[in-house]
């Protein structure tokens, strides 16, 4: 995503209605769980209870980000999860924060992916000296 339509998205969140949001989740459940990523089925617990929490902190947004992206799933796709998880937040310094957090996550997906990456099962990689 360009850093264009990532200010747009995130305006789109903080102003939109409860419907429109909920709608957009579902659209978005959908093509995450199945078509464009591993059925939520077969994730790992603690991978679907962070997917289902809303809005998502600091540590979650990290922790679930890397698992998505790290296991394949489309960094749109999961920017645009997180995003709409902050429409419960309530609050524009939030919504920006989170923003912002995603994007040097974006920005600096190939660089730090050694450090970052987390396994389909939730271990770590062991990044060797």
Not at 13 to 20: E, G, K, P
Not at 68 to 92: E, H
Not at 100 to 127: P, T
């Amino acid at each position: 995503m360009e850093a264009g339509e990532l200010s747009q998205y995130k305006s789109y969140v903080f102003y939109a209605r409860y419907s429109t949001i909920s709608n957009e989740r579902m659209k978005l459940l959908k093509i995450i769980s199945g078509d464009a990523f591993y059925s939520i089925s077969v994730w790992p617990k603690w991978a679907e209870r962070l997917f289902w929490k809303k809005p998502l902190g600091d540590t979650d947004t990290f922790k679930i980000f890397l698992f998505l992206t790290g296991n394949g799933c489309a960094p749109y796709l999961v920017f645009k999860w997180i995003m709409s998880s902050q429409f419960w937040a309530y609050d524009r310094k939030t919504v920006e924060k989170r923003a912002n957090q995603l994007n040097y996550l974006l920005q600096h997906m190939e660089e730090k992916s050694g450090e970052w990456f987390l396994y389909l099962n939730g271990n770590e990689k062991q990044v060797s000296e």
